[in-house]
């Protein structure tokens, strides 16, 4: 039965409460269309997300969610995913939430390669606590903690994600629509650890601190500094490689833990035999 | 018969970002001061929906009407 | 069925008991003195269709439990100080989003690092308080290797009953230690309870009389939304001041509502007694020696253990504490259940027994100080 976004967005709860040009927005609906596409059970989905803008986001969906504290998304999700791999477990969080508060998780889920798609709506910086400087912010930047600018040159999330072994890494931004969907499409259907960095614009806070002073003027930021020379992988020579910069096949956490418990199982009856065989 | 497009906006939804008027390949969108956007010229539409894809609020759609 | 009589480690019996009451999920962290949980949990539980994951941090394992507890697993883990305390965040979105699940902590010689390799029973008000904000938790001890096996599957039973995480608090020494073991399969093992409403009528946080709501689990045919976040009774955000209200008592009075069902504790000798000593855990084992020594040279003691530290037994300290002439508590810290006792003791003087240099206090050190307390009183 086609689905369509609507089995997964609860349309009576809109309008969202993110601000006016926020590209949360899209990057919810670009979700939630690949699920449709997809054709997903609801009932086989778990959104786990952690705090900030875009860890509301799944108070707008129909599907199964687990709201989680700050930086600790992927680690509940690894907890989900483990009990049952064949729950699709997709993890939605912030640049500060996912790869700053969140570093320590994000690269031993992608080490352990889950079975997670982490989908990361980057704005550069912490939106919902007023517009403060985070681990991917460029350098320079003007936020609420940084006045004079900030001193501290950011991760590149798909550098991380790629170096700590995921086998799907991408980068979209909101501007390219077209991309972002079939990136987050490729990402669900990924057997392993999957991350999208979503460059998204923040028009409230990032974008009247740097200058940029509309969602238009910064949604032409995101076109004007977007490249696809994937040899230009790195994101802050003040432009954006967006892309597919990794997408392998590496057996997941999941499939090697069930062989590992097969193994567990003969070995131990083979141990109860030895011991009553005495 | 060239193909028509219906445009219709959710008044309630859109928080007057002016994305789809900027982005408009066709201009079919004009936008007045604080004003939702108003649809100027929907035959010139050519329903690429990039209207639609960069809508944060899911408040612009775009139909194909069935040729007459 | 004959039930297997073993001689097992503490921390091997808790493991034990764990498998018996049905969990098939750990997710931690090594740390000494609880490692030998997690390494048995890594053989064991892979036969038996289970899981075991080795998190990147204490932080990370609570945040899995919670996960691996919404999908429908019981799931446990075990820690000492320095991982207990990294914990305590999560273990309060355990507590928010009523997910079940035990956590051990043997507890070790702090602060910090401490004394790693050495006993102390000082992470009791932490077990209480540590993590933030106005909650109720439900805190076992154990005082022997039986009773690790034993009040692991009441842990369990009352994590799954109550939807609530549970404190297992061991230490050093009864988790080091080896004594016999009856395996024993008389204790019933409880699961949470399952919804019977319809999937699309399902609201996972609506409770009965209880105040304890049915549990799904992600996959199943009811689709629910938990959160970190206030909620109401569908899960999803709630910000009003009624909304607060009720769901803060609520949580809180799922348990103290049940508090008798809770609290196990043993008593020794306490019929009669004018010296009343009230413990837990290793220093409980040393007062129950100290007992039998005033009591052959004709001092009548008596021993209160607690083994359900919280919630408090206060009404049992209150009925034992007016019949005695004097309390005393040997704790391995500076005085942490003592402050609980005094609340209780209507009026009869209570003295602390405290012993801070990560060895266990001793029965002569425990019979010397009551002759001390009795001579002045």
Known sequence: MPKNIFDYIIEDRLPFFWCEGCGNGIILKSIAQAFADLELEPKNIVVVTGIGCWGKADDYLSTNSLHVTHGRALAAATGVKAVNPNLKVVALMGDGDGVTIGGNHFIHAARRNMDITAIISNNFNYGMTGGQYSGTTPEPSFTATSRYGSVEPPFDICALAKAAGAPYVARATVYHVNLLERYIKNAIQKKGFSVVDVINICPTYYGRFNKLKSPVEMMSWLRDNSTMKLEDGNIYNNRFAIGEFVNEDKLDFSTKYAQLQNNARKLSVQLEQDLSGK | ?68 | MTQEIKFLQGNEACLEGALKAGARFYAGYPITPSSEIAEMASQRLPAIGGVFIQMEDELGSMAALVGASMAGAKAFTATSGPGFSLMQENLGLAIMTEAPCVVINVQRSGPSTGLATKPAQADVMQARWGTHGDHAIITLCPTSVQECYDLMIYAFNFSERFRTPVIFLSDEIVGHMREKVVLRDDIPVVDRAFPQCEPNQYKPYKAGDDKVPPMAYFGSEFIFHASSSMHDETGYPNNTSQNADKVIRRLYEKIYDHRDEISITKEFETEDADVLFISFGAAARSAREAVKMLRSGSIKAGLLQINTIWPFPDEKVKRLALRAKVVLVPEMNLGQIINEVIKFSCGTPVFGINKVDSTIITPLEIVNKAKEVLQNA
């Open chain 2, 1 to 68: 018969m060239k193909k028509q497009y219906e445009i219709s906006v959710d008044e309630q939804r859109c928080k007057k970002c002016g994305i789809c008027v900027a982005f408009c390949p066709k201009n079919v969108l004009e936008i007045g001061i604080n004003t939702v956007p108003k649809v100027a010229f929907p035959e010139a539409c050519i329903g690429c929906r990039w209207c639609y894809l960069r809508c944060p609020e899911i408040a612009i759609f775009v139909e194909k009407k069935e040729a007459v």
